[in-house]
Each structure stands twice: as structure tokens, then as C-alpha cells.
């Protein structure tokens, strides 16, 4: 073989190593959680299922999707302060990962957003230092237009996931709260919401590679 031809040779084979590098550094970083694992639903209202029934809040839709068991530890009306406070409850139940979403009763009680945001990150930090995974849901920031049909994501919910690294299922809630259909009050879903909110969650956990 001649020298060219034995350059050519070493930089294919160099080249194929190198994109069958990058091809594995794409793919999910997160385990496939089996059927049967347990996950927690943290949170307020949203997660309760108020407007509807505990058994179409979307913590029992999520586990009939998923064949998880899924503990709904939603309470209606709790703050972030609330759910800091439940939250070594939680790590009792050594869970395999925890949804949490909070804070919408934060901005409606006008507490502080540097109380909220301090608030989740210590849950968040909670969770993860008892290796439990934690993906957090955002919630709309109810301001007046909100109240009226055009819920947006409370900016807080980016700059908490992107700080403590975690996943963020964004967009989820402001759909159904901007939807009179799925709504039962101007603030919370009806059976036909959690179900949709449930489904596209879902799918974001299959997205990230922790559910099939």
C-alpha cells in the first residue's frame, strides 16, 4: 500500500471513531424506570386534582400510562414552604423519582420569588442528596391576563432546573389553563385537563428516556 493510500486508510478509520462517539454521547443519559417503580407526584392542587376526582388526577392517569406506581402527594392550597416542609416525608418513601410542581400559590399569596425560588431549590436539593431523581413541572404565572385565558410559564421554573441541573417539563400546565375546554375553574383543571396534562408528560418522560 502506498503512503497516501495508508494516510487515507488511518483518517477513515479515525473518522469513524469519532462520529461513533458523538452518535453515543447523544443518546438519553436517564435509566428506563421498570414497571412497578414508585414515583411521587409533589405538589399543590394541580397535582391533588382539584376539580375533579383523585382517581382522574393526573398522578392515576400518569400510572395507568406508565405502569408505575404513582403516589399522589399533592395538597391543595401548598406553598413552596409547605412542600419543603413535607419533603424528608417523602425521602421516607425512598422513591425512584419525584414530579414536582409548585409556586403557583406563591404568586397568588404575592409571597416573594426569592422565597419561592430558595424554597425549591432546597427541595430539590433534599431529594437529590438522598439519590432520589427529581423532574420539575412548571407552573403559569397568574397574573391578570392569565385569569382570563393566556397562562404562561412563570419564568422562575427555567433558571431553578437550569441552577440545580434537572430536567423541566415546561408548557404543560399554561396549555390546559389556557384551554376553557380542559379547565374547571379559571385556575384549575377538570378531568378532561389532567388527562392531557398527564399524556403530554408522558410523553416528555419517554422523550428523556425515563419512561418506555
Avoid at 403530554?200 to 428523556?208: F, K, R, S, T
Wanted: charged share 20%.
Amino acid at each position: 500500500m502506498k503512503f497516501a493510500e495508508r494516510f487515507l486508510a488511518l483518517v477513515s478509520v479515525g473518522l469513524a471513531a469519532s462520529i461513533g462517539m458523538t452518535a453515543c454521547s447523544s443518546e438519553p443519559q436517564q435509566a428506563v424506570l421498570p414497571a412497578g417503580s414508585t414515583v411521587v407526584a409533589l405538589g399543590d392542587s394541580l397535582t391533588y386534582g382539584y376539580g375533579t376526582n383523585l382517581e382522574t388526577a393526573y398522578p392515576m392517569v400518569l400510572a395507568e400510562l406508565s405502569t408505575w406506581k404513582v403516589i399522589n402527594a399533592g395538597v391543595n392550597g401548598d406553598t413552596s414552604a409547605d412542600v419543603l416542609a413535607r419533603v424528608n416525608e417523602i425521602v421516607k418513601q425512598a422513591p425512584e423519582l419525584v414530579l414536582l410542581g409548585v409556586g403557583g400559590n406563591d404568586v397568588l399569596q404575592r409571597l416573594p420569588p426569592d422565597k419561592t425560588r430558595a424554597n425549591i431549590i432546597a427541595t430539590i436539593d433534599t431529594l437529590k442528596s438522598a439519590n432520589i431523581d427529581v423532574v420539575l413541572i412548571a407552573e403559569p404565572y397568574f397574573s391578570t391576563s392569565a385569569l382570563f385565558g393566556k397562562a404562561s410559564d412563570n419564568p422562575l421554573y427555567e433558571d431553578i432546573a437550569s441552577a440545580q441541573d434537572v430536567p423541566l417539563y415546561s408548557g404543560g400546565w399554561s396549555a390546559v389553563l389556557s384551554d376553557d375546554t380542559l379547565k374547571s375553574d379559571r385556575i384549575h383543571a377538570n378531568q378532561a385537563g389532567y388527562r392531557h396534562f398527564a399524556e403530554g408528560l408522558y410523553e416528555y418522560l419517554q422523550d428523556e428516556g425515563m419512561a418506555q
